[in-house]
C-alpha cells in the first residue's frame, strides 16, 4: 500500500472509529471539508503541518496515520446518517 493510500486508509478509520463527521474534522483540524475528503480519496497529499493538524484533531500521534492495515482488516466504511458527530 502507497505513502498515500496509507494515509486515506487511516484518516477515515480513525475518523469513522471516532464517529466524526467529514466536517467536524476539518473544523477541529482548521482544514477545509474539501481536503478532508479529498485526502480520504487519495486525490491529493497534504502536507506536513495539515497532517499534524488532522492528527491533533484525531488524537492521535501523526504515526498513526501511516499504520499498515491488519491482515484481513476490512476498508474503512461511511457513517451511517445520523450517526455522525457533528457538535
Not at 478509520?13 to 479529498?38: N, P, T, W, Y
Request: positive net charge; glycine residues 6%; charged residues 30%.
Amino acid at each position: 500500500m502507497s505513502p498515500r493510500e496509507l494515509l486515506a486508509w487511516n484518516v477515515k478509520k480513525l475518523r469513522v472509529a471516532k464517529g466524526v463527521s467529514q466536517e467536524r474534522l476539518s473544523l477541529e483540524a482548521h482544514l477545509e471539508r474539501v481536503a478532508i475528503s479529498q485526502i480520504e480519496r487519495r486525490r491529493i497529499n497534504p502536507g506536513l503541518d495539515s497532517l499534524g493538524k488532522i492528527a491533533e484533531a484525531l488524537g492521535v500521534p501523526i504515526k498513526d496515520l501511516f499504520k499498515e492495515p491488519l491482515p484481513g482488516e476490512s476498508e474503512p466504511t461511511n457513517l451511517r446518517p445520523g450517526r455522525r458527530n457533528s457538535n
